[in-house]
């Protein structure tokens, strides 16, 4: 009787463990979701990590993880290089975002615009804040007024650094004016004025002398420029600052529900295909603007609440756009999505997509109101 109970006592030590160690496999629990501004995927956002550390020379490491993340900018000839503007709180750049990141401190603390690596120079940086356009010339450790607007409310929404020949500088006022560099920021000169703010510049990958123009009611244009400049020859001044082609696409992009809210302008290195998101719907055009396509979202246009869209530099096939809670992704051109849901109880703003690995993508994020 002694030994069957001793047995017995034996077994119940053995079977506890087993049974403790059964019951933890078998309860799920969700992913944590992170409060962070800034997140990374290695993996084409099938999963994430925050990348909000940043070091301070005190040895106690301080954290970006309540900024809110204005624009992600990418080094054109580095593509470790990240430049977060962020909405009050100044410009942060990293040289590798899991060693960290670093605040601009000779900027001023405000919401930076835009900001924009000059693509031949790395050292030479333009920041748009307010009325203002800053350059730096030694790698953002000091900077200088290159634009300033005579009234303070207007603001400096865009700027864009000609790839080919880096002295021309265009930049979009809230005011509607397109302005022109040819000597990188020193002289300037009005080239385009429209009736409402514009929102977004950008050059085509494949020539930059076309350029295309996004305003703030979603009105959307495109221009030549020429970009074979010499400020020196004042005999060719207007030749330095010509446009011409000038292009009006909106009675095309009348057919679609366009709205107010301009999400992303963006034309693919690879295939000169340009990608336009507004809000509610997402648009392709193969032939610079002449016509376009609406891609299939799982949302109905009502329903969909689109706040950024990338496209893989290497394959314009795949595609991706955020929203509040939920990422999207398609490999074959948009007529499939995947959807993963955000690794934040923060709406995603911002994607940036490494030009030299497109599985790298960057996610910016704001604080839901």
Not at 161 to 170: K, T
Not at 198 to 217: G, H, Q
Not at 311 to 324: A, K, L
Request: with cysteine; net charge negative; aromatic share 8%.
């Amino acid at each position: 009787m002694k030994k069957r109970s001793w047995l017995l006592a034996l077994l119940l030590i053995l079977v506890s463990p087993l049974a403790a160690a059964c019951s933890v496999s078998t309860t799920s629990t969700a992913p944590e979701e992170k409060d962070s501004s800034i997140f990374l995927s290695l993996d084409g956002g099938a999963s994430w990590r925050e990348v909000d550390y940043m070091p301070t020379v005190s040895g106690r490491p301080e954290s970006i993880a309540n900024l809110n993340v204005n624009r992600l900018e990418m080094d054109p000839q580095d593509n470790l290089a990240v430049y977060l503007a962020s909405f009050d709180e100044g410009l942060f750049y990293t040289y590798k975002a899991t060693d960290g990141w670093r605040k601009v401190a000779s900027l001023p603390r405000a919401t930076v615009n835009d900001v924009k690596v000059d693509p031949k120079n790395k050292c030479i940086i333009y920041a748009a804040i307010a009325n203002r356009l800053y350059r730096s010339n030694d790698c953002a450790r000091n900077w200088s007024e290159a634009y300033v607007d005579n009234l303070p409310g207007v603001g400096v929404n865009s700027v864009v650094v000609d790839h080919y020949n880096p002295a021309n500088i265009y930049i979009g006022t809230s005011r509607g004016e397109i302005v022109k560099s040819i000597d990188s920021g020193a002289h300037w000169r009005t080239i385009q004025r429209l009736d409402e703010g514009v929102n977004r510049l950008m050059t085509s990958p494949l020539d930059s002398r076309l350029i295309f123009v996004a305003t703030e009611k979603n009105r959307i244009y495109s221009f030549r420029s020429n970009t074979v400049t010499n400020p020196a020859d004042s005999a060719d001044l207007e030749g330095n600052f010509l446009v011409s082609d000038w292009l009006d696409l909106n009675d095309i992009l009348r057919e679609y529900n366009l709205g107010q809210s301009f999400k992303g302008l963006l034309v693919s290195p690879k295939d000169g295909l340009i990608f336009l998101a507004t809000e509610k719907l997402i648009l392709r055009s193969a032939d610079n603007g002449v016509s376009w396509e609406q891609l299939n979202l799982i949302p109905s246009e009502e329903a969909a609440v689109i706040n950024a869209l990338a496209v893989d530099p290497q394959d314009s096939n795949h595609i991706y756009y955020v929203t509040n809670t939920t990422f999207y992704s398609s490999s074959d051109g948009g007529a499939t999505w995947a959807t993963k849901k955000l690794p934040t109880k923060r709406a995603g703003r911002s994607l940036l997509i490494d030009f030299k690995d497109p599985s790298v993508i960057y996610l910016g994020t704001v604080k839901l109101k």
